[in-house]
Nanobody
Framework: QVQMTESGGGSVQPGGSVRLSCVVH?????????AAWFRQAPGKERETVAV???????SYADQVRGRFTISEDNARINLYLQMNNLKVEDTATYYC????????????????????RGQGTQVTVSS
């Protein structure tokens, strides 16, 4: 059974930084892999913000590009999201997700496409 757990969320002031981590257990490493972070703010739909595919290529939503960085370890056990220069509008619950298939479309891939996801970690940006 695949289990994914996020950590690293919390409260931060605008302009601050947070690093989210996601550890996966029971995930069989496949030749193809797609991992992502998506978020959901109160009253809004979930949105994919960052994607990393089999070859390590990354893709970011327009609103986070240049501020967020997605990465993972070679074993594909740990997935990270470094978030810099945070804004109030980044406040949301952040989820990690994985799918053992190669992905195209980058950040336009909807969260529902991913077969495995964590329970989420809250990030609150406020002064």
């Amino acid at each position: 059974q695949v289990q994914m757990t996020e950590s690293g969320g919390g409260s931060v002031q605008p302009g601050g930084s947070v690093r989210l981590s996601c550890v996966v257990h029971g995930y069989a490493r496949a030749n193809a892999n797609c991992a992502a972070w998506f978020r959901q703010a109160p009253g809004k739909e979930r949105e994919t913000v960052a994607v990393i595919n089999t070859g390590g290529s990354t893709s970011y939503a327009d609103q986070v590009r240049g501020r967020f960085t997605i990465s993972e370890d070679n074993a594909r056990i740990n997935l990270y999201l470094q978030m810099n220069n945070l804004k109030v509008e980044d406040t949301a619950t952040y989820y990690c997700a994985r799918e053992p298939r190669h992905c195209t479309g980058g950040y336009r891939i909807p969260p529902s496409w991913f077969g495995y996801r964590g329970q989420g970690t809250q990030v609150t940006v406020s002064s």
